[in-house]
T-cell receptor, first 114, second 113 residues
């Protein structure tokens, strides 16, 4: 099976712009989670989607949003970008999202906000 | 507040030596604990998942231990190889509340020849 794929791999934006990141989970996986990783804060949970529904959400402002499509592919959107949004954004998929199974991470999208 | 603390922050050892990484947590109620390996520029890869009743779990040269009473876990790497150079992240899960996963900030391990 192909692994989790994320596009684009690298992105440069300026403050105030918006960005959309894409994640394709492993075939058959229905749970997709998004994380932000920065050197100072480490990994932080953004949100989780399961069968097109947001199941959990972390403590991020409303500028961060996401959605999941019927084929389990997911997108994450950040509006009105700030310098502090520069980070590696990771997507992870699992079969049922029960928390007891392995999550498989994609390579990430590295976002730089200037 | 749920927290996961890892030590040391960074570690440098010679190839072939063993090492142990520590993870202390205050997450409650506890569901499971995971160790991930993250190579530079790549996403994390799961090494082990341990539940409350599991004390030890191995994955090749990686052995994780869990003491749920003291809320401590360790990851022992045996006969280190250059490819073990990576960040190792401890993640603790609870089934309560919105933020179910609490991440440690990781230990940066460097293996030198």
């Amino acid at each position: 099976k192909a692994g989790v794929t994320q596009t684009p791999r690298y992105l440069i934006k300026t403050r105030g712009q918006q960005v959309t990141l894409s994640c394709s989970p492993i075939s058959g996986h229905r749970s997709v989670s998004w994380y932000q990783q920065t050197p100072g804060q480490g990994l932080q949970f953004l949100f989780e989607y399961f069968s097109e529904t947001q199941r959990n959400k972390g403590n991020f402002p409303g500028r961060f949003s996401g959605r999941q499509f019927s084929n389990s592919r997911s997108e994450m959107n950040v509006s009105t970008l700030e310098l502090g949004d520069s980070a590696l954004y990771l997507c992870a998929s699992s079969d049922q999202g029960t928390g007891k199974e392995t999550q498989y991470f994609g390579p990430g999208t590295r976002l730089l906000v200037l | 507040k749920n927290q996961v603390e890892q030590s040391p922050q960074s570690l440098i050892i010679l190839e072939g030596k063993n090492c142990t990484l520590q993870c202390n947590y205050t997450v409650s109620p506890f569901s499971n604990l995971r160790w991930y390996k993250q190579d530079t520029g790549r996403g994390p890869v799961s090494l082990t998942i341990m539940t409350f009743s599991e004390n030890t779990k191995s994955n090749g040269r990686y052995t994780a231990t869990l003491d749920a009473d003291t809320k401590q876990s360790s990851l022992h790497i045996t006969a280190s190889q250059l490819s073990d150079s990576a960040s190792y992240i401890c993640v603790v899960r609870t089934n309560f509340g919105n933020e179910k996963l609490t991440f440690g900030t990781g230990t940066r391990l460097t293996i030198i020849p």
